[in-house]
């Protein structure tokens, strides 16, 4: 079964504030073919990923939806 993980970071600051313009979305299809924890699994490490090439993005929420994103 696919699912979409839906990332939403936004800009790092020294308050831990941030305005609501200052996020980003990123969705990631993952493939959670064995179970719906190993999506979850899978969706944590390719975040991670995804914000280490995005200097200066801290994680606010990270869910799984079950399908594919229109």
Excluded at 40 to 53: D, N, P, V, Y
Aim: glycine content about 8%.
């Amino acid at each position: 079964m696919l699912y979409t993980a839906v990332l939403v970071a936004c800009l790092a600051s020294a308050s831990g504030v941030s305005a609501p313009g200052d996020c980003r979305t990123h969705e990631m299809l993952i493939n959670g073919s064995v179970n719906p924890m190993s999506a979850f699994i899978e969706a944590q490490t390719r975040a991670a990923e995804w914000l280490a090439q995005h200097p200066g993005l801290a994680k606010q929420s990270l869910v799984i939806h079950a399908g594919r994103s229109a």
